[in-house]
């Protein structure tokens, strides 16, 4: 069973940074695309990041050069450190992973930018 829990959001002020964890369980970080999601209120859940199982990473317009993307294989983890925040990055962000066919999700953590 896969499980996907996310730690680390809460209120930051903008230019300020935070950084999200997403702790892994039956599924192997290093072995799997693994990303980070975001939603914003009364919008569309989007990409923010992704990382490959070969270590490239993607990263939405919105957020590059602010936001990076990084997993520890030991630790069975994967982060988002997220600096130079902007209001517009206050959302609820959601961990996922890539299995075979198909898609898992973490509950989300909420990231609070205030101006």
């Known amino acids: 069973q896969v499980q996907l829990v996310e730690s680390g959001g809460g209120l930051a002020q903008a230019g300020g940074s935070v950084r999200l964890s997403c702790a892994a369980s039956?599924?192997?970080?290093?072995?799997?695309?693994m990303g980070w999601y975001r939603q914003a209120a009364g919008k569309e859940r989007e990409l923010v990041a992704t990382i490959t199982s070969g270590g490239t990473t993607s990263y939405a317009d919105s957020v590059k050069g602010r936001f990076t993307i990084s997993r520890d294989n030991t630790k069975n983890t994967v982060c988002l450190q997220m600096d130079t925040l902007k209001p517009e990055d206050t959302a609820v962000y959601y961990c996922t992973a890539y299995g075979l066919g198909i898609q898992y999700w973490g509950k989300g953590t909420l990231v609070t930018v205030s101006s």
């Open positions: 039956g599924i192997m970080v290093g072995m799997n695309r």
